[in-house]
Every structure is written in structure tokens, then in C-alpha cells.
């Protein structure tokens, strides 16, 4: 689904002091989407008011922003609130591994979630 990338809002379990966003990954990603666009794999879920939100891509979404890219492609599936825990989880295992912040983060998420 095309959406206009402003608009998205950012996964509401991910805790943005815990794991904050890379600013040098960031810059890496940038120059991937000035070369292709929008990179792939953003992925989210749309509320029943019309709001989308991000389960993941926070960094390549702030790398298209930064861009100037308007508008692009995004997955949506009707995920659960544990979807979206798990799918945050996983994303920042495989891409960004150990780091203490992205550890951090699922932890927060999953204790979020479970309040």
C-alpha cells in the first residue's frame, strides 16, 4: 500500500530513550535511498481510525525522510499489539544484533505490553 511517509507512526512499544534512533545508520541508509528510492521492508498495521503504524523500518523510514521521499510502499497485516512486540524483537535481532540498545528495547516493548 502506498502511504505518505510523514503520516506513519512509529511502533507505540518501541520506547525511543531506551533504543533510540542511530543517526549514523541513518546516513548509511541514506545513500541506499538515494540510489533505489524507499528501501524495502517497512511493515505495519493500520488502526481501525485510519493511523498506520510502523512495526518496524524505523531507520530506514527516517533515511527516506530525510530524502525527501513522500510517498512509498508499506506491508500492512491486521497485527496484534503481541505482533507488534515480536515483529520489533525480531527485526532488531537480525539487523541490528547485540547492540545494548536494541537488546534494551525488546525488553522494554515485551514489559510495555504486558502492563
Known amino acids: 500500500m502506498k502511504v505518505e511517509l510523514a503520516s506513519i507512526k512509529p511502533n507505540p512499544f518501541r520506547d ?3 533504543d533510540p534512533i542511530d543517526e549514523n545508520h541513518v546516513t548509511e541508509l541514506r545513500e541506499s535511498v538515494k540510489e533505489f528510492s524507499l528501501l524495502p521492508g517497512l511493515t505495519g ?8 503504524e510502523l512495526a ?3 531507520h530506514r523510514l527516517n ?3 530525510a ?3 513522500k510517498v ?3 506491508h500492512l497485516d491486521d497485527f496484534t ?3 507488534m512486540v515480536r515483529l520489533y524483537a525480531m ?20 514489559l510495555k505490553h504486558h502492563r
Open 16 to 18: 525511543f530513550t531506551i
Open 56 to 58: 518496524f523500518g524505523h
Open 63 to 65: 533515511a527516506a525522510i
Open 81 to 83: 499489539d503481541e505482533e
Open 45 to 52: 498495521r493500520e488502526l481501525d481510525d485510519g493511523t498506520i
Open 67 to 69: 530524502e525527501k521521499v
Open 72 to 74: 512509498g510502499d508499506i
Open 91 to 110: 527485526e532488531n535481532a537480525t539487523q541490528r544484533g547485540a547492540s545494548p540498545s536494541a537488546m534494551a528495547g525488546c525488553i522494554a516493548a515485551a
